[in-house]
């Protein structure tokens, strides 16, 4: 089963697709995300992030491979671990010595750090959903 950081990640990587790779209008990218990420089973985040998008996006499956150097540079983005190792200014660590990555990935003080960070971003991530929704008062 996947964290709640996992998903988070994952979804994120979908909607920075969309929007990076494919040209959709944020808000639409943030409004069909948010209608599908709850609809899934965890057998469903085998799948490509790309993949995904392009299935919401309603265009051709794009290859990983076509948008490679982009494509990686948005899962590094939102990967729950390189976002906590920024945090917690590990990266650098974590890039000269690898060999320490599975020690900081598998802190469960770490997990829980992202997943109350996750958390947060999720909430602040709705609200702003919200105020993109509703109409300015004129």
């Not at 983005?77 to 200014?89: E, T």
Request: proline fraction near 5%.
């Amino acid at each position: 089963m996947l964290s709640p950081a996992q998903k988070d990640s994952y979804w994120r990587t979908v909607e920075a697709c969309m929007v990076e790779l494919m040209g959709i209008d944020p808000a639409v990218a943030y409004r069909k995300v948010q209608q599908h990420r709850d609809e899934v089973s965890d057998l469903f985040y085998q799948r490509e992030p790309i993949n995904t998008a392009a299935d919401l996006a309603g265009v051709a499956e794009l290859s990983a491979e076509e948008y490679q150097e982009r494509y990686k540079q948005i899962v590094a983005r939102f990967d729950p671990v390189q976002v906590i190792a920024d945090f917690a200014g590990l990266s650098e660590i974590m890039t000269l010595r690898p060999d320490l990555t599975p020690r900081v990935t598998n802190a469960k003080r770490l997990q829980q750090l992202l997943d109350d960070i996750t958390t947060a971003l999720s909430e602040v991530r709705k609200a702003v959903g919200q105020l993109l929704e509703t109409p300015e008062e004129q």
